[in-house]
Nanobody, 129 residues
Framework: QVQLVESGGGSVQAGGSLRLSCAVSATYSSNCMGWVRQTPGQAREGVAAIYGGGLRTYYADSVKGRFTISQDNANNRVYLQMNSLKPEDTAMYYC???????????????????????WGQGTQVTVSS
């Protein structure tokens, strides 16, 4: 069972930046990692995914140009750099990993369907206006 531990959440004013970090247990290997967010009473929203350690990246339209997903395989971490934050970005952010053997197509689909195989506990991001 993979362990995903998020960190880096917090409170920031609109226009500010945060970088989320996800520590992935070293024994797990997935080609597809992602970030998904959720606010109370709302459906999960796939934010970003990364395939093949950076060969391809996928983003929700709502965050394109503002968020960047990256992966550090040497340190088993996945990052989400969030710039130009807006109050509507306020949510619990979850790190997620798809099953080993994922393809680029299935990684993109996992982001759209929010059906990654493994999930972290989440880190809260709050953006004030």
């Amino acid at each position: 069972q993979v362990q995903l531990v998020e960190s880096g959440g917090g409170s920031v004013q609109a226009g500010g930046s945060l970088r989320l970090s996800c520590a992935v247990s070293a024994t797990y290997s997935s080609n597809c990692m992602g970030w998904v967010r959720q606010t109370p009473g709302q459906a999960r929203e796939g934010v970003a995914a990364i395939y093949g350690g950076g060969l391809r990246t996928y983003y929700a339209d709502s965050v394109k140009g503002r968020f960047t997903i990256s992966q550090d395989n040497a340190n088993n971490r996945v990052y989400l750099q969030m710039n130009s934050l807006k109050p509507e970005d306020t949510a619990m952010y979850y790190c997620a990993a798809d099953a080993p053997g994922s393809t680029g197509v299935s990684c993109s689909a996992a982001l759209v369907r929010r059906d990654f195989r493994n999930w972290g506990q989440g880190t809260q991001v709050t953006v004030s206006s």
